[in-house]
């Protein structure tokens, strides 16, 4: 149950804030983001619509590689990649690969998307659990820098694919440590019952690192784990970090083959309602980076260079969603009281994560100010269906009207990444905006694109 909260205002390089960096409140009270303030948006491109602050975005992204370079400076490197689920259109690869990131792809559609913004397939990284052969194919010949294997049988696959193709494939091996983590805190299991990775316990894992020495196809470059999503702490990743170390000394031992590589995967947290302080990408990094200065010296083994795939923690609090408010209705509770049910023009379809994972987000009035007493409200869409939340919880002023525009902060992954067009809503456009510009960087659909797919 969360607790009902107002949204904080505008607090740029607060950690806590859920606000991208240029979001400001102007002289009358409205909001502005990226220099162009929300009432010239809507009026100009409609509602609902995603807005991107690209510089917050490039910030976050820079930050990430400058942190990891510093803190991995005395041992083997870092690498930083963009897990592209969380937000890509062409613009976004572009854009991180700028401030030197890599990028992380796990379907064809997110290839073709990188490929197109011009990374080269050397910074790319092809994950997934159930690669088809035409994707593996299409990797190994735009030359992807690694792809994670996943199973036990992707290991011969990709070595014959790789051996018909006349090229050699760089691998990792993709391992569940044990450690799951997500919200706050993660529990130890012996063997996940999940369907990602390969078992460090159950000796899958070593199995297929033996399968992989094996086959003259593939290049083992190291290890790879992704331990969950949304983390705030981080001493899941010291678990993991420091269980695929002692596996890699193992199989230096065992094999003569020191892996180059070590994968630590994504996951950071963001603030969402501004109630959580997720952790300075600096700090992650020189965590992350004593763990493995630490557990090498440990086992004798050479430091590995180190990559992390943070997607949300760079495209999550760049975005925002601005909506229309269409009604507003009181409901009388069942203990007494009342909430009100505010509708906007979106919904479950261009956010799922509230009604999918009981996702906490807050709101904000953005056309205006309003010194009216705030109320108990929830944020709704216009589907069918009374699980159709975007913000469960929140107070907002008694007199938010038709006409209003609200503003969902932190909407910037797995929001446009997961929309639907659940009762055939056409999905909102993204805009970007940046120095007072804006540009769409995908265009709404319209109902004409719904009716085009439409064979009849
Ligand atoms: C989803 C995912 C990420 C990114 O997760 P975030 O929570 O967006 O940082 C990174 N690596 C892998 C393998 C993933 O599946």
């Known amino acids: 149950m969360s607790t009902p909260t107002t949204a904080p205002e505008p607090a740029p390089g607060d950690r806590r804030s859920p606000w991208s960096r240029t979001v400001r409140r102007t002289a009358d009270g409205s909001l502005a983001v990226g220099g162009r303030d929300v009432r010239d948006i809507a009026a100009e491109h409609g509602t609902p619509v995603y807005v991107l602050d690209e510089s917050d975005l490039r910030a976050r992204a820079r930050t990430f590689v400058t942190a990891f370079r510093d803190a991995f ?27 030197g990131m890599h990028v992380d792809v796990s379907t064809g559609g997110e290839l073709a998307v990188a490929l197109r913004a011009g990374v080269p397939g050397q910074a790319l990284a092809l994950h997934g659990n159930n690669k088809s052969d035409a994707e593996l194919e299409r990797a190994l010949r735009a030359g992807v820098g690694r792809i994670v294997l996943d199973s036990l049988g992707e290991v011969d696959r990709v070595a014959d694919l790789a051996g018909r193709l006349g090229l050699r494939a760089p691998v990792m091996v993709r391992v569940t440590t044990g450690v799951h983590a997500g919200g706050h805190d993660y529990i130890s299991t012996a063997h996940e019952d999940q369907k990602f990775g390969l078992s460090l316990a159950g000796g899958a894992a070593r199995a ?121 209705k009181p409901v009388v509770l069942d203990g007494g009281g009342e909430r009100r049910y505010v509708s906007v023009d979106g919904g479950m379809s261009d956010n799922i994560r509230t009604a999918l994972y009981d996702a906490e987000y807050t709101a904000a009035l953005a056309n205006r100010r309003s010194t009216a007493p705030a109320v108990l409200s929830r944020v709704v869409g216009k589907h069918c269906e009374s699980g159709d939340i975007v913000v469960r919880d929140v107070l907002l002023p ?49 109902e004409e694109d719904l009716l085009a797919l439409d064979l009849g």
């Open 73 to 99: 400076a005395d041992l083997a490197g870092a690498d930083v990649y963009y897990a592209s689920k969380a937000f890509a259109s062409v613009a976004v690869p572009r854009w991180v690969h700028e401030e």
């Open 208 to 328: 297929a690192v033996d399968a992989v020495l094996a086959r003259p196809e593939l290049t083992l470059l190291g290890l790879h784990s992704h331990i969950g999503s949304q983390i705030l702490d981080l001493s899941g990743f010291e678990v993991a970090a420091a269980a695929l170390l002692r596996l890699r000394a193992e199989v230096a031992d065992q094999t003569g083959t020191l892996m180059p590589e070590l994968d630590l995967g994504g996951g950071y947290g963001i603030s969402y309602t501004g109630a959580d302080a997720p952790p300075a990408p600096d700090r992650v990094a020189t965590t992350l980076a004593d763990v493995v200065r630490r557990a090498s010296a440990e086992l004798g083994t050479p430091p590995p260079r180190v990559s992390v795939e943070p997607g949300r923690a760079v495209a999550g609090p760049a975005g925002l969603t601005l909506y229309r408010v269409g009604t507003v």
């Open 398 to 446: 008694a007199d938010v009207a038709p006409g209003d525009l609200l503003a969902v902060p932190a909407t910037g992954a797995y929001g446009r990444s997961m929309a639907s067009n659940y009762n055939l809503v056409p999905r909102p456009g993204v805009l970007a905006v940046r120095d007072g510009q804006s540009r769409f960087v995908v265009r709404p659909e319209s």
